[in-house]
């Protein structure tokens, strides 16, 4: 039997599942999550539900939350801890205070235990630079790393059949 995984699926992962136009994305998206929902841990935020909220598109806000509000996951909640974890990646990294949002999605997923962090941001989170920075982090507080890559690398890494 497959172990279950924990999968934090970030912001950009749920604007790509409503994403009129950008069909690949959105396909790649709605097959990852229909190949997970049931076998493994979907984990999201409370900054992800936020975040959402910000969309200015109203048909796509929407139904980006109905997607959310119909997909069983579980929710971690913000907390000091989590900005603490947030902040000294932002130290870590020399980066400016635009990536705290990014880093507290990266520090959300550290403190659920996620295997891995799904995103479409390739600017910011998918970077090898970030990766750098999250493996040293965690190395020092003694957390295990969780991976952070788009719906096709997580599928390839963990052998999920979804592509």
Same mark, same amino acid.
């Given at each position: 039997?497959?172990?279950?995984?924990?999968?934090?699926?970030?912001?950009?992962?749920?604007?790509?599942?409503?994403?009129?136009?950008?069909?690949?994305?959105?396909?790649?998206?709605?097959?990852?999550?229909?190949?997970?929902?049931?076998?493994?841990?979907?984990?999201?935020?409370?900054?992800?539900?936020?975040? $959402?909220?910000?969309?200015?598109?109203?048909?796509? !806000? +929407?139904? *980006? #939350?109905? =997607?959310?509000?119909?997909?069983?996951?579980? %929710?971690?909640?913000?907390?000091?801890?989590?900005?603490?974890?947030?902040?000294?990646?932002?130290?870590?990294?020399?980066?400016?205070?635009?990536?705290?949002?990014?880093?507290?999605?990266?520090?959300?997923?550290?403190?659920?235990? $996620?295997?891995?962090?799904?995103?479409?941001?390739? !600017? +910011?989170? *998918? #970077?090898? =630079?970030?990766?750098?920075?999250?493996?040293? %982090?965690?190395?020092?507080?003694?957390?295990?790393?969780?991976?952070?890559?788009?719906?096709?690398?997580?599928?390839?890494?963990?052998?999920?059949?979804?592509?």
């Amino acid at each position: 039997m497959v172990e279950k995984l924990r999968l934090y699926l970030e912001t950009s992962f749920w604007r790509r599942l409503v994403d009129e136009a950008d069909h690949r994305r959105r396909r790649s998206s709605w097959k990852f999550l229909r190949a997970v929902e049931r076998r493994h841990a979907i984990l999201v935020s409370d900054l992800v539900f936020a975040e $959402a909220k910000l969309e200015r598109d109203p048909q796509r !806000r +929407d139904r *980006a #939350r109905t =997607r959310l509000n119909r997909t069983r996951k579980h %929710v971690l909640r913000l907390r000091s801890s989590v900005t603490d974890l947030a902040e000294q990646l932002l130290d870590e990294g020399h980066w400016s205070d635009r990536r705290l949002a990014d880093l507290t999605h990266l520090a959300l997923a550290i403190l659920g235990r $996620a295997d891995a962090v799904v995103t479409w941001n390739l !600017r +910011d989170l *998918a #970077r090898p =630079r970030m990766r750098e920075v999250l493996r040293a %982090v965690c190395s020092r507080r003694g957390y295990n790393q969780p991976k952070v890559g788009t719906p096709q690398e997580v599928s390839q890494w963990f052998g999920i059949s979804a592509m």
